[in-house]
């Protein structure tokens, strides 16, 4: 393979400070793996920049047990910077990997990580720069194989034209059997055709290029709007499971950076899966049962990646980190071990009800900064429709606590636009945030009130696939304009901020969640016309998806705001990620009712199906105490 690291150096050194932080282009960071003898090349690409999808855990993972094959080599990619890749066209330099620079058209597979909807044009983006035809049915024997996961393949018909296969649900076991079979046909001759039939018989693999596709009243009447063009060709598809999570090691060899990252810190992840039930939470749904790894593995994991690594920080990863069973052991062994050391432990997300005086002690070790809580809605009514969990007092005693521990700023996320909203929600997270400042304030000694600080963040509902509410419509622009507008005039203390996003943004996210394989057209024209990088707000544009999706005659608020009963079958109804859509279609009619489904870690199972379908139970350490 060749090394491109000569013009890549050439064009850093002649272009100077035009190219913003030229470390994310360097190689030989700490950590990094290099297999010399390797006779299959693998690429991992996270789709954004070098800060953003070095700390990618995902991506940690797949290199790791791609690596561990013997005569495998898996080597990261991320996208460029605009101006390197302006440059790089200029200058007729392809994209190429981070370990060994070699072009991206050279290796054997390439695959990417989709974590979100935003990143679809950056793929073509990344593929283009790399010389590799956009499309799965352009691309020969000469191409890499294309390989996609993450939770957009949950809906992979938005991203289907681009991929030759997705992967469903966790990788550790099943990318590394890909590739393996991938190989080792290759070497016997066996045709791309040939091996993309073999590789859809591998648990959780979906080759969109071996399905037709129905229109919408066959779609309706069949239960699916694709039908497998061969008789051995799965008709439905299951996400693949790592039965193994729990026991298996929490440390992860890991890449210290040259540059500076957003999440510049040691990752552990100490459990997968949440069982809460969030009704808008796609996350939520795709990596049930919950799995917890052991207190003793992840002090061990922590003191092994400290040591190793150098960093003074450490996060223990998870969707609801303190629903661990044995969270308040794992706290106070390592602060107890990394008391006197410079090194702070984070835990990203905390519920508000296991979020007590004791807690917030345990979690402050010797750094107080921001702490984020979400109550997703204003109202308790609200609340129960989307299946929160939470009340007020368990919201003002978290803030109690972590008030009266030291902590002075707390920012407060809610959701706008969700199912059965109306304006008293909206003016009741005004009321919900201002009792909260109230509350904070009474928590903090007189001398130091002037310093707290309570902000609201509200993001737009986006319906998201395999959740209840896939069949509830996006409010419109203008509505979401409203609403925000009622939310700042409600708000009267001037000590409490209101942020939102824009809901423009999600209006195109909603689109690719909930799309069909017509949105393909949408992405490839509105990358050739610009889109890209669609996720910063600098370069995003809705003008460029609204002339894409009339030039492909699609219907973007049609696809983002269609209101459907339970009985329309969606575009991804033969992706599963093993939850049953009749526990989809109960827990929406019991969001209707405003009635509540208890977590199940916690309490009777909830009969979502996930268990028997996969084999696999709930894996808690201890019994958890809610």
């Known amino acids: 393979m060749q090394n491109l690291w000569p013009r890549i150096e050439g064009l850093l050194r002649d272009a100077g400070r035009d190219i913003s932080r030229p470390a994310r282009y360097l190689n030989h960071e700490w950590g990094c793996t290099y297999k010399d003898d390797a006779d299959y090349h693998f690429c991992m690409i996270y789709p954004d920049t070098y800060e953003l999808g070095q700390p990618n855990q995902a991506v940690r993972i797949l290199c790791n047990v791609v690596n561990a094959v013997d005569g495998m080599y898996a080597e990261r990619g991320y996208l460029p910077a605009a101006d390197m890749i302006d440059l790089m066209r200029r200058e007729g330099v392809p994209a190429f990997s981070l370990e060994s620079c070699a072009p991206l058209h050279e290796f054997d597979a390439v695959g990417f990580s989709l974590s979100h909807e935003l990143v679809a044009t950056n793929v073509l983006e990344m593929l283009d720069l790399g010389r590799i035809p956009l499309r799965a049915a352009d691309r020969d024997e000469s191409n890499p194989l294309i390989v996609a996961g993450g939770p957009c393949a949950f809906n992979a018909e938005p991203f289907s034209a681009f991929f030759d296969v997705f992967l469903l649900g966790e990788g550790e076991e099943s990318l590394p059997e890909l590739l393996v079979l991938h190989r080792k046909m290759k070497q016997a001759g066996a045709s791309r055709a040939e091996f993309l039939r073999a590789a859809s018989h591998l648990e959780g693999c979906y080759v969109p290029s071996l399905y037709d596709v129905l229109d919408e009243d066959e779609a309706q009447q069949t239960g699916a709007w694709v039908r497998p063009k061969y008789e051995d060709v799965p008709a439905n598809i299951v996400k693949r499971i790592w039965r193994d999570f729990a026991t298996s090691p929490a440390w992860e060899p890991t890449v210290v950076p040259f540059a500076e990252l957003v999440h510049d810190r040691l990752n552990v992840e100490i459990l997968r899966g949440c069982t ?34 150098g960093y003074d920080e450490v996060s ?275 969001a209707q009712e405003e009635r509540t489904t208890p977590d199940c870690s916690y309490e009777r199972c909830s009969a979502c199906g996930v268990c028997p379908k996969l084999n696999i139970d709930i894996q808690c350490q201890e019994e958890r105490h809610g």
């Open 276 to 309: 809460r039930g969030c009704r808008f939470c796609q996350a939520g749904m795709m990596y049930r049962p919950v799995r917890e790894r052991s207190a003793d593995n992840i002090v061990s994991a922590v003191q092994r990646g400290l040591a190793e690594t």
């Open 316 to 590: 223990l990863t998870s969707l609801s980190s303190t629903d661990h069973s044995q969270i308040e052991e794992i706290l106070r062994r390592l602060n107890r071990g990394l008391d006197g050391k410079g090194i702070s432990v984070s835990i990203p997300s905390q519920r508000l009800d296991s979020f007590g005086v004791e807690m917030a002690e345990l979690v402050a070790g010797g750094k107080r900064g921001g702490l984020t809580f979400a109550p997703e809605a204003g109202t308790q009514r609200l609340r129960d429709v989307i299946n929160k969990g939470v009340c007020e007092d368990d919201l003002f005693g978290a803030i109690d606590a972590a008030f009266a521990a030291g902590w002075r700023r707390c920012k407060l996320y809610f959701m706008i636009g969700l199912p059965t909203e109306t304006d008293d929600d909206i003016k009741g997270i005004a009321s919900l945030a201002q009792r909260a400042y109230d509350r904070a304030k009474k928590a903090t000694p007189p001398e130091a009130r002037g310093s707290v600080k309570v902000s609201i963040s509200c993001a737009l509902f986006v319906p998201k696939a395999q959740t209840p509410f896939q069949w509830d419509g996006q409010i419109t622009t203008e509505e979401a304009h409203r609403r925000i507008n009622l939310l700042r005039s409600s708000v009267k203390y001037r000590a409490v901020d209101v942020h939102w996003h824009e809901p423009d943004v999600s209006l195109v996210e909603a689109m690719m969640s909930r799309g069909g394989r017509e949105v393909c057209d949408v992405v490839e024209t509105a990358w050739r016309h610009g889109a890209r990088f669609d996720a910063w707000t600098e370069f995003f544009s809705l003008d460029t998806w609204r002339a894409a999706c009339a030039e492909c005659g699609v219907d973007m608020e049609g696809i983002a705001q269609g209101q459907y009963e339970t009985s329309w079958v969606t575009p991804w109804d033969h992706l599963s990620v093993g939850v049953t859509t009749r526990f989809f279609r109960r827990e929406r009619r019991l």
